[in-house]
């Protein structure tokens, strides 16, 4: 009890930033929920065959987190991009 007492005393300043300002969360469920998906498709890309195929599938989970992020439907996204690659001109 002793341990646990001088080691929440200890962090008491950062503690008490919970109670001084409503904006700061006692958990962090928010990251964790954001940052699940990630976890769940890292074990995925095992699966994908090769380094090239899970390099790519990670790029497109990245473009449509991207999406989800901003409120932006992927399809509708992805099908704007398509569409607009043989009109592009790199010179």
């Given at each position: 009890m002793?341990?646990?007492?001088?080691?929440?005393?200890?962090?008491?300043n950062?503690?008490s930033?919970?109670?001084?300002?409503?904006?700061?969360?006692?958990?962090?469920?928010?990251?964790?929920?954001?940052?699940?998906p990630?976890?769940?498709?890292?074990?995925?890309?095992?699966?994908?065959?090769?380094h090239?195929?899970a390099?790519?599938?990670?790029?497109m989970?990245?473009?449509?987190?991207?999406?989800?992020?901003?409120?932006?439907?992927?399809?509708?996204?992805l099908?704007?991009?398509?569409?607009?690659?043989p009109?592009?001109?790199?010179?």
């Amino acid at each position: 009890m002793n341990r646990a007492l001088s080691y929440t005393y200890s962090i008491f300043n950062r503690l008490s930033r919970y109670h001084l300002d409503g904006r700061y969360l006692p958990d962090n469920n928010l990251v964790e929920n954001a940052i699940r998906p990630l976890s769940i498709s890292r074990k995925n890309f095992m699966f994908c065959g090769n380094h090239d195929a899970a390099e790519n599938a990670a790029i497109m989970y990245s473009f449509f987190g991207c999406c989800k992020a901003n409120d932006v439907n992927p399809r509708e996204w992805l099908t704007d991009v398509l569409t607009r690659i043989p009109e592009y001109n790199s010179d």
